[in-house]
């Protein structure tokens, strides 16, 4: 597969200093920002597939209400309070 480039980005000294000075050994500010810009598109994918199922919930009226969420947790939680509560 070919590669491609990213538009160069244009940070300040500082900000490059700062990236140079948290390089691994042999890793390059390349391959850093590299592996920043993936981390990131990973985590905006994520993001939107999240959105994405909630608002399918949504639309299928298959979702629950954060109150319907607080009892269950209330619940689960009131065995455990007692536990620790007894001792």
Not at 68 to 75: E, G, I, P, Y
């Amino acid at each position: 597969m070919k590669s491609a480039l990213l538009p160069a980005t244009r940070v300040t000294p500082a900000l490059r200093r700062r990236v140079e000075s948290l390089l691994d050994e042999g890793e390059t500010v390349s391959g850093f920002i590299e592996e920043a810009v993936t981390r990131h598109a990973e985590l905006r994918t994520s993001q939107q597939a999240f959105v994405q199922r909630g608002l399918e919930a949504e639309a299928a009226a298959d979702w629950v209400s954060p109150e319907q969420v607080f009892k269950a947790v209330r619940r689960a939680a009131t065995p455990q309070r007692k536990k620790r509560a007894g001792r």
